[in-house]
């Protein structure tokens, strides 16, 4: 997935083309499993051709070479400092299983099932705010957050509609956890966004990767009956005519779709 704080790439562009070589890889081998694989070589050749400092500087080099790999800065910079932080704490007189603490809390917060999913990018809390004067709910309308995350999506959506009735659902269960005690004033599940049953839903909001968007428009088409709202920010649903689109004050652009002006992909590929 691209840097949520970048306008959304073409489909030329490297961003759009890094995601679908990540989307292209099987699962096990998709971010951050690259990280983790890039970090391993760089130890590899440090303890094969070291320890010293030679070995050290051609490590991180390789880091370096590795890191440029990434379209997305936050990926470079994760995996280029990944083996230079390993080597300056190691040098710390801690005992081995201390290792084990930050690859637990890694699995907690962002399980192996979760990686086809995007990453922990945050909404920003007036993203939202033009929303009503292009889609008017009712009082106690019932609306999801499909992976929410820590909840930043469900303050964004409280702002724009105070008097709704809001729901969140995540996998990890330590941000399920965060989300849960942050937002007290909405009903956070802990699941996977695409085993729940999205029919009772008048709005469901999306912040995905773009290859989640096809399987988004299957689930609203299968489950959302007319009348209903579908909002992506960022990612359009392909093939789809979007009922509005609208700047959010942000380098973010929000896609408003109403179920009913939404076209399966089978009649598409007969027209």
């Not at 007290?184 to 966004?193: E, F, K, Q």
Request: hydrophobic share 45%; glycine share 6%; net charge neutral.
């Amino acid at each position: 997935m691209n840097d949520p704080y970048a306008p959304p790439p073409s489909e030329d562009s490297p961003a759009a083309r890094a995601d679908t070589r990540d989307e292209a890889l099987p699962p096990a081998w998709r971010w951050p499993a690259h990280a983790l694989a890039c970090w391993a070589t760089c130890w590899a050749v440090w303890r094969a051709f070291g320890p010293d400092w030679p070995a050290a500087v051609v490590s991180i080099g390789l880091g370096l070479i590795f890191a440029g790999l990434y379209h997305q800065p936050w990926r470079r910079a994760i995996v280029a400092g990944g083996f230079p932080l390993a080597l300056l704490v190691s040098g710390a007189p801690l005992p081995g299983w201390v290792w084990l603490i930050p690859l637990a809390i890694l699995l907690v917060a962002y399980p192996r099932r979760g990686w086809s999913d995007a990453p922990l990018f945050p909404t920003p809390h007036d993203a939202l705010k033009a929303l009503p004067t292009v889609l008017t709910l009712r009082e106690q309308a019932h609306v999801l957050d499909a992976g929410c995350g820590l909840g930043d999506g469900l303050v964004a959506l409280r702002r724009a509609y105070p008097a709704v009735q809001l729901h969140g659902i995540e996998y990890s269960p330590f941000l399920w956890l965060l989300a849960r005690l942050r937002c007290r004033w909405a009903t956070v599940s802990r699941g996977d966004l695409w085993a729940q049953s999205w029919r009772e839903m008048d709005l469901v909001y999306l912040f995905q990767r773009p290859e989640s968007m096809p399987r988004a428009l299957d689930k609203a088409l299968a489950e959302m009956p007319a009348g209903r709202w579908l909002v992506s920010l960022d990612f359009p649903l392909p093939g789809q005519t979007a009922h509005a689109q609208l700047e959010t004050g942000t380098r973010h652009r929000l896609h408003v779709y109403r179920i009913e002006d939404l076209t399966p992909e089978s009649a598409r590929e007969v027209r």
